[in-house]
């Protein structure tokens, strides 16, 4: 696997940023289209008026100043929030023997970047030194802390067949079979996960509408843009990730690899946006419930079912 690290950390920067610039745009356009399909009305009126129209009111917003905030934090949860985002991307390979740093522990990376945003989403409802903030904060603590072993099992699934923690091995081991064929839980636990980290969906309840906005809640102009985007970034990663661990990235034929990867990316992210405007926002005791006593098991299952058929493949 080519490694632009290699050619220079800028153009592993420029790459990293520009997947995640496509995918934030791609992802509020894709948004837009399916409030427009469930809701009704034009397409093009979701996409100018409700929100290109609505960011632009809200970056000519004032900025919002609270009692004695931690100002230095609260700036920076977002930029903290999305390099996260950026370090998950950076370890996936976007393009057959792409990647801005597709190294041998790839998802451990990505273990330890989905831990950080638990720092991140936390620092920027704690700062802020509001109550509805800090319980924001608290919920994602909370969820974020019910999913992790889960997405370890499911990317440790992933990585049985390829005998590596490489995100390139990965992809490479899924030339003749993809892993949502063979490992058939992995890719539903994988959206659950993203849709928790990135508080999207079902599991939107950092900033839900019942806590006022939750971290958000004290936060307005371009801080209230930049968290919005930060949230975006960090679904596009899982949707890059997901269409790399089971939908075998870059290999289809006929298409350039690239090509591939981007419209399997699509696909993963078209799903996390479809659950988030069709399922309803659950109660934080909800989730917590579900992911111990049914998501949990049923990586545990995942995983025995992934090593079996590894297993069995190997001819051991």
């Known amino acids: 696997m080519?490694?632009?690290t290699a050619a220079g950390p800028l153009l592993s920067v420029l790459l990293v940023g520009g997947v995640l610039a496509a995918g934030v745009l791609t992802l509020t356009l894709l948004d837009a289209a399916l409030s427009a399909a469930i809701a009704g009305g034009g397409w093009w009126r979701s996409v100018a008026g409700e929100t290109f129209g609505r960011a632009a009111?809200?970056?000519?917003?004032?900025?919002?100043i609270t009692e004695r905030p931690d100002v230095t934090l609260w700036l920076l949860a977002p930029g903290f929030y999305g390099a996260c985002a950026a370090a998950a991307v950076a370890v996936v390979p976007v393009a057959e023997g792409i990647a801005a740093a597709d190294v041998r522990t790839g998802i451990v990376v990505f273990g330890a970047v989905e831990v950080l945003t638990m720092v991140a989403v936390y620092v920027h409802g704690w700062s802020a030194n509001s109550y509805l903030s800090l319980i924001g904060g608290y919920r994602f603590l909370a969820v974020v802390f019910s999913t992790l072993l889960i997405s370890m099992f499911v990317l440790i699934g992933a990585a049985l067949p390829a005998e590596s923690l490489s995100f390139g091995a990965i992809v490479d081991s899924q030339a003749t079979l993809w892993n949502v064929v063979r490992q058939p839980l992995g890719l539903p636990l994988w959206l659950a996960v993203g849709l928790a980290t990135a508080f999207w969906g079902p599991f939107q309840l950092a900033d839900a509408a019942d806590l006022a906005g939750g971290t958000s809640a004290e936060t307005s102009g371009p801080h209230r843009l930049a968290w919005a985007a930060a949230r975006r970034a960090m679904l596009v990663a899982y949707a890059v990730a997901g269409a790399a661990v089971f939908l075998g990235g870059h290999h289809g034929p006929w298409l350039p690899g690239w090509l591939w990867m981007a419209l399997k990316s699509i696909a993963v992210l078209t799903l996390l946006l479809a659950s988030g405007h069709l399922a309803g926002r659950w109660r934080a005791e909800r989730v917590v419930t579900v992911a111990w006593t049914v998501l949990l098991p049923a990586s545990f299952v995942h995983l025995v079912e992934a090593?079996?058929?590894?297993?069995l493949a190997s001819g051991g």
Do not use: P
Not at 307 to 311: C, E, P, R, T
């Open 2 to 4: 080519e490694d632009v």
């Open 57 to 64: 009111l809200v970056w000519q917003q004032r900025g919002t």
């Open 307 to 311: 090593g079996s058929v590894a297993l």
